[in-house]
T-cell receptor, first 114, second 115 residues
Framework: ETGVTQSPTHLIKTRGQQVTLRCSSQ?????VSWYQQALGQGPQFIFQ???????GRGNFPPRFSGLQFPNYSSELNVNALELDDSALYLC?????????????FGPGTRLTVL | AQSVTQPDIHITVSEGASLELRCNYS??????LFWYVQSPGQGLQLLLK??????LVQGIKGFEAEFKRSQSSFNLRKPSVHWSDAAEYFC?????????????FGGGTRLMVKP
């Protein structure tokens, strides 16, 4: 069974640029959630995708957008990067069994905005 | 809206000593509660979870947690800490939706273990 993978591992961008982060979900999982973890803080929920549609969103501006593909992998896109976007971005996959409710996290992508 | 508070930002214990990490939550319904551990440079690993039933739940690596509804708490405990337990620990509460759950995390507690 393959776990959750994310790419790239690290990324450096400059303010105003756009970035795309990628996530492959664990086998058998059809739900992907994205979290932002700033340095020294707990992860914050960005949004969730279920069956290729956004299924919930946290308090993040529209310049944070996503996609989920038929194979349940996912992308997180951030436009007009700001310095405060520097963080570890975590992807988590889960099944639609709400009573199982366990999310499996990937290792994250470390984004630095200069 | 739900929230989680972890009052202790840093905790240092000696190897072999007992450990308790505090977690308080705010949620309008029956909470689904989790403890995750994060080692440097790694993602989050689930230690244990509470959905219903027995309020004392056992997890991996010898950890346990007790759900106390009256105190809105879900504290994590371990009777004897090992040096490899040094990491960041996060408590989380889940808001269910039709597909799964959305986690709200506390700010984390960094555990350091003295030899």
């Amino acid at each position: 069974e393959t776990g959750v993978t994310q790419s790239p591992t690290h990324l450096i961008k400059t303010r105003g640029q756009q970035v795309t982060l990628r996530c492959s979900s664990q086998s058998g999982h059809n739900t992907v959630s994205w979290y932002q973890q700033a340095l020294g803080q707990g992860p914050q929920f960005i949004f969730q995708y279920y069956r290729e549609e956004e299924n919930g969103r946290g308090n993040f501006p529209p310049r944070f957008s996503g996609l989920q593909f038929p194979n349940y992998s996912s992308e997180l896109n951030v436009n007009a990067l700001e310095l405060d976007d520097s963080a570890l971005y975590l992807c988590a996959s889960s099944s639609e069994d709400r009573f199982s409710n366990e999310q499996f996290f990937g290792p994250g992508t470390r984004l630095t905005v200069l | 809206a739900q929230s989680v508070t972890q009052p202790d930002i840093h905790i240092t214990v000696s190897e072999g000593a007992s450990l308790e990490l505090r977690c308080n939550y705010s949620y309008g319904a029956t909470p689904y509660l989790f403890w995750y551990v994060q080692s440097p440079g790694q993602g989050l690993q689930l230690l244990l979870k509470y959905f219903s039933g027995d309020t004392l739940v056992q997890g991996i690596k010898g950890f346990e947690a007790e759900f106390k509804r009256s105190q809105s708490s879900f504290n994590l405990r371990k009777p004897s800490v090992h040096w490899s337990d040094a990491a960041e620990y996060f408590c989380a509460v889940a808001a269910l939706n039709n597909a799964g759950n959305m986690l709200t995390f506390g700010g984390g507690t960094r555990l350091m273990v003295k030899p």
